[in-house]
């Protein structure tokens, strides 16, 4: 036969007590009255038939058998709201399935996928490279995230983060062929990952509307324009995002100081009946959170680099 226990109450106001230091602070922190924890207290000590607290002084002082007696109290309770906690915690495993702009999803994803499965191992995700908004009706996928206008009025969407286009280009490529001024662009392939338009809105920007465009490949998406980039097969339009990892690791570089706004966003979205799903729920908050403890690197100071390093080469301009 177990041993008979004392009961809840008057171990939660020794607890306190003991914890805090005085009945009056205990009697705050469990919103009760100063007599109703001096009456715990002594009921306590009547059922173990010892003296838990020495009276006397302004604080009151544990006797040796409080001291016994207080670290397993407080475990006991330690553990009943780790308990508490993940019985009432919504269940976080299963399967996600997850389709996001190709070039975020291999440029910005992928490397830090880890993050996600080490703090949610029962989860398997399937990643779809895609930017197509049918998606969002499809009942084979779970969350989107999506480069567009945010406007869904049938589902719910947030803005992840906002976008600004500067021309990437890989260092070997630059060596081999200068990139030295606006002017230049004329000759280096021009990578498009749209239909042109945000080549035009930057060359605007940089008041090289003019410059002849002797040699253009056209591609899917940013995942394509930026590979061929990297391979060196001509000048790409980045972002702070997708290419930022890769001008942090110096795959990559900007080679002007100027960056344009973009004509859309990234956002997430999905169906408003999916979202409240638990599972949902945590791969919506990991994404903000590592957007948002990510620092991304300044393309324009990598710019202003460049322009530094060869102004002071010989022959630089």
């Keep these: 036969m177990r041993n008979r226990l004392p009961p809840l109450n008057p171990l939660r106001a020794f607890e306190a007590t003991a914890r805090r230091g005085s009945v009056s602070a205990a009697a705050r922190e469990l919103n ?20 838990l607290f020495s009276r006397g002084g302004k604080r009151l002082a544990l006797t040796p058998q409080g001291a016994l007696l207080l670290p397993a109290v407080t475990h006991a309770f330690e553990e009943i709201a780790a ?31 880890h993050e996600f499965t080490d703090q949610f191992p029962d989860v398997r995700l399937t990643l779809i490279a895609s930017n197509d908004e049918a998606h969002l009706f499809s009942p084979d996928v779970d969350l989107c995230l999506l480069y567009g206008n945010g406007n ?14 500067f021309p990437v280009v890989s260092p070997a490529l630059l060596n081999m062929q200068p990139l030295r001024t606006i002017r230049d662009l004329s000759d280096h392939v021009m990578l498009h990952a749209d239909d042109g338009r945000e080549w035009n809105t930057w060359l605007a920007a940089a008041e090289g509307s003019e410059i002849p465009r ?56 999905c169906r408003s009946e999916v979202r409240a799903a638990p599972i949902v729920k945590v791969f919506i908050d990991w994404l903000f959170s590592a957007l948002e403890g990510d620092p991304m690197p300044d393309p324009q100071l990598a710019a202003r680099k460049i322009l530094r390093a060869r102004s002071a080469s010989p022959g630089g301009s």
């Design 32 to 51: 009760v009255t100063h007599g109703a924890i001096s009456h715990q207290i002594r009921a306590l000590e009547l059922s173990l038939n010892v003296s």
């Design 83 to 113: 308990v508490t906690a993940a019985m009432t915690r919504p269940t976080t495993s299963g399967q996600l399935r997850f389709a996001c702009v190709p070039a975020l999803l291999s440029f910005w994803m992928i490397p830090r996928l």
């Design 152 to 165: 869904w009025p049938d589902y719910w969407s947030r803005l992840w983060s906002p976008l600004v286009l």
């Design 214 to 269: 002797r040699r253009q490949h056209f591609m899917s998406d940013a995942r394509l324009s930026t590979e061929a980039a990297l391979h060196k097969q001509g000048v790409a339009l980045g972002d702070t995002i997708t290419a930022g990892g890769l001008i942090a690791k110096g795959e990559l570089v900007a080679p002007f100081d100027l960056t344009v706004p973009a004509n859309n966003a990234f956002y997430v979205a």
